[in-house]
């Protein structure tokens, strides 16, 4: 069984992973936004400023500054240098867990963020300093996949992964078509696809008819899309089924329990039923966090009796 230390660890490398990515993401689509100057861009930036929150980034005076935040102010829990350094520190933790290659490209992604030439790297050119970011957390995933033995470890950091990964849509989506007006412009829609790494997928699905409800029902129910919620919590729940078996906790089936009602509840959810979107996606977001507090509970702050025979 691995140590519980072990597990929080892996865990929490995938989840500050996919934040730094999703964040680097958010910055990029917004910035890129901006060069148009009209109302949309606007809009993404409100959508962006929404999805982040925090006191901090409602004090930027304008987008640039937003991006500059978002990427390099190591006083914001959420933002990229501070997830990578998380990341980066776990990942410290459990070296003799994670291969060379995976540590390596952890490692130089950590340097290129928090070195004393990041400021000025962003400064030349955000864009494609956020954009190399992207591409260095792809090979990190990539080096883990191909490198590491896919047992227990390598499901707790997949598990980190996609939880935090559906939190993040979620709450993406929560934004733009919760309470009040959904995002209705078209440039809009196609900033938050973005945002999401999903346009050419939602392309391909719908072609170019880009509508409101097709764009929210894409991010939240594909069965195929890797960054839908509806894919994200069928891999949780598989993870976390082949992780409860390694670990002994059959008779605490509690995060399962959890796991499995979740993804039930976003496989068999039906557009043309959903009374309304903002509710249900706040339902699944309030289900994600209960989620996250019992992996905790039951797989790294459990007590000794819980483990031991009756």
Request: net charge negative; aromatic share 8%; with cysteine.
């Amino acid at each position: 069984m691995m140590l519980a230390r072990v597990a929080d660890s892996l865990y929490w490398i995938g989840r500050y992973v996919e934040r730094a990515e999703h964040m680097c993401r958010l910055s990029d689509v917004m910035l890129n936004a901006t060069l148009d100057r009209n109302e949309a861009a606007g809009q993404v930036t409100r959508i962006v400023l929404a999805a982040v929150g925090g006191s901090e980034a409602e004090r930027a005076a304008n987008p640039y500054d937003l991006a500059h935040l978002l990427a390099l102010n190591r006083e914001d829990g959420d933002s990229i240098a501070t997830s990578l350094a998380n990341a980066r520190e776990n990942a410290r933790q459990v070296r003799d867990q994670i291969t060379t290659e995976t540590w390596e490209r952890l490692n130089l992604i950590h340097l290129r963020m928090t070195g004393s030439d990041a400021p000025k790297a962003f400064a030349d050119g955000a864009s494609s300093f956020l954009h190399d970011i992207i591409a260095d957390l792809h090979l990190f995933k990539g080096a883990a996949d191909a490198t590491m033995s896919h047992g227990e470890g390598w499901r707790f950091l997949l598990l980190g992964v996609y939880l935090e990964r559906a939190q993040l849509i979620g709450r993406l989506l929560e934004v733009c078509f919760g309470s009040g007006r959904p995002v209705d412009d078209h440039m809009a829609l196609m900033g938050v696809l973005r945002m999401s790494c999903a346009l050419e997928p939602y392309l391909r699905r719908f072609t170019a008819d880009i509508q409101p409800r097709k764009v929210l029902e894409f991010l939240l129910l594909d069965e195929e899309f890797p960054r839908s919620m509806r894919f994200c919590t069928a891999r949780i729940e598989e993870y976390l089924s082949t992780a409860a078996r390694h670990a002994g906790t059959a008779g605490h089936a509690a995060p399962e329990r959890l796991a499995g009602r979740l993804r039930a509840r976003l496989q068999y959810a039906d557009m043309e039923e959903m009374a309304g979107a903002g509710s249900f996606i706040s339902t699944v977001l309030e289900e994600c966090a209960a989620l996250h507090q019992s992996i905790y509970d039951t797989f790294v702050a459990y007590s000794l009796e819980m483990r031991l025979p009756a």
